[in-house]
């Protein structure tokens, strides 16, 4: 039998791991960082090699530059001792439980990045994250995002899709996502305009999957040179979870460029002509309601004939002025939905944690 370890860095991941080990009856055992144990020298040059401390140092500068926090020299040198301090610690906890399989959480984390390069060769991991569809959960044995596993290339879907009765999915109702800020107005939507959904500046989407579109101000500045170039409207809406101000924005706005804070993202979705996105689950739930995709960040459903890409200013300008005559597939777009509804994706919520739902994802990471 498998021997299980599940790294937790917050309660409900807690709370979710337990819930997989007990009613699925696995051998292993969940681990928080706080229960990390003492730390050992036994493997400190094997962690000094092995772990890629530039990166995770350059990662961790970056989030708190996008939170305008201190990140100089002096940082660098404890943020560097401190992951001494938990790999070390990691290292010891791998060399008791001996674990065969390991899960984390989504893993951009640098405590998971640090388990993950210590573990032996041979062991399996998997990546839990909430699901790509309503009313699903991702684990993934190769990561999330951007760098989950699902195929990027368009033949695998036409493949997919023979011999299979694909429809559009009816009735599609997005889960709204509640907002920091409540009360906020609905404001009359334009006859034709753009939907350029904001992202949160601080979520690795942005930080670590978005090469050109630094953060949202960037984002704003394309919009402004869409409709300076274009002609064409764009509608904006800030990220519900977001704590940055964009009061400066909000001062540039004008007729044919503006924000709708308090409309339900899933009527600007469909009432656009089109949306722009970097890599948000806003792009995921256009394709959802058949409304045509232009992304401009890394993204894993940045397939040809599923949406359009564009990788400067310039691009997507040019894709922009092309519309509507892009060359998307209907066909495709429906192959991926559903490759990722019945084959991808894990049925219910993690937060619901039914019965149904555990068993199939200890099924899933005992295949």
């Avoid at 009816?170 to 904001?198: H, M, N």
């Avoid at 400066?248 to 656009?272: C, M, V, W």
Wanted: hydrophobic residues 40%; glycine residues 4%.
């Amino acid at each position: 039998m498998n021997r299980f370890l599940f790294f937790s860095l917050a309660k409900h991941q807690t709370l979710y791991f337990q819930r997989l080990l007990d009613e699925n009856k696995l051998s292993g055992r969940v681990v928080t960082s706080q229960q990390l144990p003492i730390p050992s020298l036994h493997g400190v040059r094997r962690i000094l090699s092995d772990i890629d401390w530039g990166r995770l140092v350059d990662e961790k500068c970056r989030e708190r530059v996008v939170k305008k926090k201190y990140n100089g020299f002096l940082y660098r040198l404890l943020l560097r001792l401190e992951i001494l301090l938990v790999a070390l610690r990691v290292q010891t906890l791998v060399d008791r439980e001996r674990p065969d399989v390991v899960v984390v959480w989504n893993g951009a984390n640098r405590y998971c990045q640090v388990l993950l390069c210590l573990v032996p060769q041979g062991t399996r991991t998997f990546f839990v994250e909430n699901g790509l569809l309503p009313n699903t959960t991702t684990i993934d044995a190769r990561g999330v995002n951007y760098h989950n596993s699902v195929p990027r290339n368009a033949a695998f879907y036409r493949s997919y899709a023979e011999g299979k009765d694909i429809e559009a999915e009816k009735d599609v109702a997005l889960i709204p996502r509640k907002p920091r800020v409540a009360d906020q107005e609905v404001v009359s939507l334009p006859e034709s305009f753009i939907f350029i959904p904001f992202q949160d500046d601080r979520d690795t989407q942005v930080r670590l999957f978005s090469p050109w579109i630094r953060d949202m101000r960037d984002l704003f500045a394309l919009g402004e040179k869409i409709v300076r170039e274009t002609g064409m409207t764009v509608v904006f809406k800030e990220h519900p979870s977001s704590r940055e101000s964009y009061s400066d924005l909000h001062e540039r706005t004008h007729e044919r460029l503006r924000f709708a804070n308090g409309n339900p993202t899933q009527e600007l979705i469909e009432k656009s002509l089109f949306v722009v996105t970097l890599n948000s689950t806003v792009g995921l739930e256009s394709l959802l309601l058949g409304k045509p995709l232009l992304t401009l960040g890394q993204a894993f459903f940045n397939i040809e004939g599923v949406v359009m890409h564009a990788d400067s200013s310039n691009e997507a300008v040019e894709v922009v002025k092309r519309f509507p005559d892009w060359p998307l597939e209907d066909s495709l777009r429906l192959g991926f939905l559903h490759f990722l509804r019945n084959e991808y994706c894990v049925p219910g919520r993690w937060q619901d944690s039914s019965p149904e739902h555990l068993r199939e994802v200890a099924r899933r990471m005992q295949a």
